[in-house]
């Protein structure tokens, strides 16, 4: 009977030690989670704003007061024949933050204050403070807020740049005004852009995650196992579909360092819209490259407008750093001064070239509507784009300053011109890089053409020049 007992004990041994072991590495990974949680809430701020809901509108007939949410609407005229029965209460509307600095300090998102007339801090000790903001930068949606406190618990930051993809992930914040709610999931992937675009001009660059982000976590910390921030929580692609995104913490970071210092961001740009190569494949096509960044657009007045750069250019390198997606443009430029000199390596019809731009400070961009043309179209394309000469006479009924060219009079719905973003108003400068000076040029310039292959037009709209490549279906 004992040598029974031993010999089962010889056989269950090795498993009940390789149990007890998963066991030992499950409760040190629940340690290091539980760590996280302690060290990193603490640094985790609540953010509550408070807006007014509208603004008293003079009504009619007895009506009254028209909510600031549907000013400008077709319910305006509701409120204002029918009024409200009682003024609306204010709203309060919740987020997360992270203290920035210990000396009050706190980074957050700019679409979490954005239009608060009162803002309100908690920490995670219970303390609670009034904050003010102190400047927000909407192109990242990064804002900095203070609080008159000092001694604060500042956040540990990480490196992004350094973050793998499967790594650990750990959001943390206030989701549906439930504070301090701690979530796991994974790194699912770096480098996100086009998810979510907020404006024409937004940087985007985020790391997307499974870990449960939900309205509330805005602005909170998305940490990494060591409890160090790696990002702050902006986005999320649909509720409970386990796909959100954050900010890396290392584009937040100067962003806030200057928000901090100055109170606004001072940015070093070239005045181009760009994408990249990756992303289009006309253009591919068309250059035979697969790498590099493509010029879409020179806007009017800027350091490119300035140079020898042209729309459809394919920048490969700026001072010797080759660049192969808009983000690592983007970094390049933004590591420089304003009024820098730098070198552009870029390619145009299959030739290398070294052209230089001298940044300037970044200016909002502005938006120009376009103007139906007057008078007769005189020609039509296979495209869906309907010309006429550009005359001394319309360039002055436009506003512009050519007098050379085509002016799309129509854009037909559905076409091909249509899909690419043509729009009327447009002036047509160049096909396929040939000069078209009227609309007899332009007709000619494209029966030569490859339609198959692609057709790559000159475009300039408002003032900025950019292309667009047209494609026979």
């Known amino acids: 009977m004992?040598?029974?007992?031993?010999?089962?004990?010889?056989?269950?041994?090795?498993?009940?030690?390789k149990d007890n072991g998963d066991l030992d590495v499950a409760r040190r990974l629940e340690n290091a989670f539980v760590k996280v949680a302690e060290q990193a809430s603490s640094s985790v701020v609540v953010i509550t704003c408070t807006r007014k809901y509208g603004a008293a509108v003079e009504g009619e007939e007895g009506g009254g007061r028209v909510p600031r949410e549907f000013e400008g609407t077709p319910f305006e005229y509701f409120f204002k024949r029918r009024g409200m029965p009682a003024p609306m209460p204010d709203i309060d509307s919740a987020g997360s933050g992270i203290v920035y600095r210990k000396d009050g300090y706190i980074l957050t998102n700019q679409h979490v204050v954005d239009g608060a007339d009162k803002i309100k801090v908690r920490l995670r000790d219970g303390r609670e403070f009034p904050a003010k903001i102190i400047g927000v930068d909407e192109r990242t949606d990064v804002a900095i807020i203070k609080v008159e406190a000092n001694d604060l618990p500042a956040a540990q930051l990480g490196d992004s740049d350094k973050i793998r993809v499967g790594q650990w992930a750990i959001a943390i914040g206030a989701p549906y005004e439930l504070e301090y709610s701690f979530t796991v999931g994974f790194v699912s992937a770096k480098s996100r852009s086009a998810v979510f675009s907020r404006t024409g001009n937004a940087y985007e660059d985020y790391i997307q995650t499974d870990a449960s982000i939900n309205p509330g976590n805005s602005g909170g910390p998305l940490c990494d196992i060591e409890g160090r921030v790696i990002g702050i929580n902006t986005l999320i692609r649909g509720l409970n579909r386990g796909i959100g995104f954050a900010i890396p913490i290392n584009m937040a970071k100067p962003v806030a360092d200057q928000l901090v210092a100055n109170g606004k961001v001072v940015r070093p740009w070239l005045g181009i819209g760009i994408?990249?190569?990756?992303?289009?494949?006309?253009?591919?096509?068309?250059t035979?490259?697969?790498n590099g960044v493509v010029v879409q657009e020179i806007r009017p007045d800027t350091p490119a407008a300035k140079s020898d750069l042209k729309p459809a250019d394919v920048i490969t390198a700026v001072d010797g750093v080759p660049v192969n997606t808009l983000r690592e443009l983007q970094q390049q430029v933004l590591n420089k001064r304003v009024g820098q000199k730098v070198m552009l390596d870029v390619v145009r019809d299959g030739k290398t070239m070294k052209l230089p731009v001298q940044t300037a400070e970044m200016k909002d961009e502005v938006v120009v509507a376009?103007?139906?043309?007057?008078?007769?179209?005189?020609?039509?394309?296979?495209?869906?784009i309907t010309v006429q000469t550009l005359?001394?006479?319309?360039?002055?009924?436009l506003n512009i300053e050519e007098t050379d060219g085509v002016v799309v009079a129509e854009v037909a719905e559905d076409s091909v011109a249509a899909e690419k973003g043509v729009q009327r108003g447009d002036i047509i400068?160049?096909?396929?890089?040939?000069?078209?000076?009227?609309?007899?040029?332009?007709?000619?310039?494209l029966a030569k053409a490859d339609v198959k292959?692609?057709?790559?037009?000159y475009l300039k709209r408002g003032g900025s020049s950019t292309f667009v490549v047209l494609k026979e279906k």
């Open 429 to 445: 400068l160049n096909v396929d890089r040939r000069p078209v000076k009227n609309a007899s040029e332009f007709k000619s310039a």
């Open 275 to 286: 994408e990249s190569l990756s992303q289009n494949k006309e253009m591919q096509e068309l």
């Open 453 to 457: 292959k692609g057709v790559l037009l």
């Open 2 to 17: 004992k040598i029974l007992c031993f010999a089962f004990l010889a056989l269950v041994a090795p498993v009940w030690a």
């Open 370 to 384: 376009t103007r139906k043309p007057g008078g007769k179209p005189k020609t039509e394309s296979g495209f869906g």
């Open 288 to 290: 035979k490259l697969k």
């Open 391 to 397: 005359t001394k006479a319309l360039a002055k009924e």
